[in-house]
């Protein structure tokens, strides 16, 4: 069933399939994602934790929820012996690795669950992974994030897997940010679907309460059989500098009619101001 889509109209409501930590990040909490939580580095340390994993959480609420703190994860990260490390806060690269293998983990446990989890997992896994030839290196952090993820989580994952997996969150995961959670991003696997175009007739919006659902609505009239589109990019960045995130996050080179304006629809956004004061 095809037709045209008025402005402000809903056209989807997308759950993430996965809510977890950002790459880099402070300490946060693992239940409520949020943070950075103040970690001490003496025996005064008042933060509460997890009596089983000893990582950090915000309050008792985020305590009994496990929700996205679950079982099995507490379980892993408590065998690793990685909760006490997040004490160590002049260690920040330790602890920003610790955290981004907790959303890898997310994703991994997603895979090896029941059946309805795994068909959300086999849904993430056809997004793009991107260009992956970095993450490959001997000298990529993904070394550390396999050594531990095999070697402390004790999970049988390969590099390889490990590499797709951070290919995927880096390509497609969106930063909670906008509804305060700077240290926290999800993965929305039908909303990254949609193709990016600097002017799109879309606009987007997370839902706090709501499970961090995404709301997509049309910002324009969208006639039938035109493409829906979203925006990888903010609008106030500038042509030149849209043209090397998107090749270089996303390998491509958009097409859209504001950046084949050179002019960008009569603003001259990108232009450089002439100034005769020197000549």
């Known amino acids: 069933y095809f037709r045209d889509i008025q402005p402000l109209e809903l056209i989807v409501i997308d759950q993430p399939a996965v809510l977890g930590p950002a790459s880099k990040t402070k300490p946060i909490c693992l239940e409520c994602l949020k943070g950075p939580l103040q970690v001490d580095l003496d025996s005064s340390d008042k933060c509460l934790r997890c009596p089983q994993c000893f990582f950090p959480l915000c309050s008792e609420a985020c305590l009994a929820q496990r929700t996205l703190h679950s079982d099995e994860e507490c379980r892993i990260l408590s065998a690793s012996g990685l909760g006490p490390t997040v004490l160590l806060e002049q260690l920040q690269e330790t602890v920003e690795m610790v955290y981004c293998c907790i959303f890898l983990l997310r994703i991994w446990l997603m895979k090896c669950s029941g059946q309805e989890s795994s068909d959300t997992y086999r849904r993430l896994d056809f997004l793009m992974d991107g260009n992956t030839k970095d ?145």
């Open 135 to 279: 993450l490959m290196d001997e000298d990529s952090f993904t070394v550390e994030i396999a050594n531990i993820m095999q070697a402390k989580m004790g999970l049988p994952v390969t590099r390889e897997e490990i590499v797709k997996l951070m290919g995927i969150k880096r390509t497609n995961a969106s930063t909670l940010l906008t509804v305060g959670l700077p240290g926290a991003t999800a993965l929305y696997p039908v909303y990254n679907l949609m193709n990016s175009f600097c002017t799109c007739n879309t606009r987007v919006s997370i839902e706090e309460k709501q499970g961090y659902n995404i709301v997509v609505r049309a910002q324009t009239y969208i006639k039938k059989g035109q493409q829906i589109t979203t925006r990888y990019l903010p609008p106030w960045e500038g042509q030149p500098k849209r043209v090397d995130q998107l090749w270089k996050h996303w390998q491509f080179i958009c097409h859209c009619d504001r950046c084949k304006d050179p002019s960008e629809f009569g603003t001259y956004f990108s232009a450089i101001k002439y100034n005769n004061t020197y000549f």
